[in-house]
């Protein structure tokens, strides 16, 4: 698989308003983008660090993965993202090497992106997420 650099690190939190203070007042980082994905249940919020971002999730459901997961065990880190030059190719190479998908094919998330993911009890326990900005998947 061709990893390019990690994408972003994925973020659950009950409240991104909550949030904002201690990304950006504490350690001085810019939100720059906040959106909704409405197939997800889920608000994103933004940070650029360096060539890494920082996705705050903000569940907008009781439903949704990331309402349960922060019922389950709180908040925190959610999963990795890496960057990968087709996410549909990099699912179908995951998949041959023995590791169970979440998504079977690529699906549109938040800033555009073209996101898939593995099932974390095939990576370590990891939620890992397969990126990339590659038009007309």
Known sequence: MEISHI??????VKS?????????GVLGLKCY???TVADQKVKTAFFQVGQTKIELL???SDDSTVAKFI???GEGIHHIAFAVPNTSVALTEAESKGIQLIDKTARPGAEGLNIGFLHPKFTGGVLTE???HTKNE
């Open 130 to 132: 397969l990126c990339d």
């Open 71 to 73: 019922e389950k065990r």
């Open 33 to 35: 983008n906040i959106e």
């Open 16 to 24: 991104i308003e909550s949030a904002l203070p201690y990304y950006e």
């Open 58 to 60: 903000e569940p907008t």
């Open 7 to 12: 994408e972003h690190l994925g973020i659950a």
